[in-house]
């Protein structure tokens, strides 16, 4: 059974910077696992931020956030990371951590969950 666990969330003000990561106690056939990070703002739906591929040398990341985030993994600690740089109000949600097919993460679809790691970014 994999576990997901999110750390590095915390109050922030705008244009500071975070980093979150995502740590798994087994991976299942890491060779095949994309990793995204999602956030669920109040009262939006929940979206990619950022995707990566189990080598690392694929990523994704929502316009939204591009230039300013950058999405990296340790497969030898198990972890993948998300740097979060100038922070703005509405970069404020719960941030979760998912492993799954490309396709399926892309739908929303994953095949293991986090429970999240809150980040309010205050003006």
């Known amino acids: 059974q994999v576990h997901l666990v999110e750390s590095g969330g915390g109050s922030v003000q705008a244009g500071g910077s975070l980093r979150l990561s995502c740590s798994a106690s087994?991976?299942?056939?890491?060779?095949?696992?994309?990793i995204a990070w999602f956030r669920h703002a109040p009262g939006k739906e929940r979206d990619v931020a950022a995707y990566?591929?189990?080598?690392?040398?694929?990523?994704y990341y929502a316009d939204s956030v591009k230039g300013r985030f950058t999405i990296s993994r340790n497969n030898a600690k198990d972890t993948v990371y998300l740097q979060m740089s100038s922070l703005k109000p509405g970069d404020t949600a719960m941030y979760y951590c998912?492993?799954?097919?490309?396709?399926?993460?892309?739908?929303?679809?994953?095949?293991?969950w986090g429970r999240g790691t809150q980040v309010p970014v205050s003006s």
């Open positions: 998912a492993a799954g097919s490309r396709g399926g993460l892309v739908a929303g679809i994953a095949n293991y």
């Open positions: 990566i591929s189990p080598d690392g040398s694929i990523t």
């Open positions: 087994a991976w299942i056939d890491s060779s095949s696992e994309y």
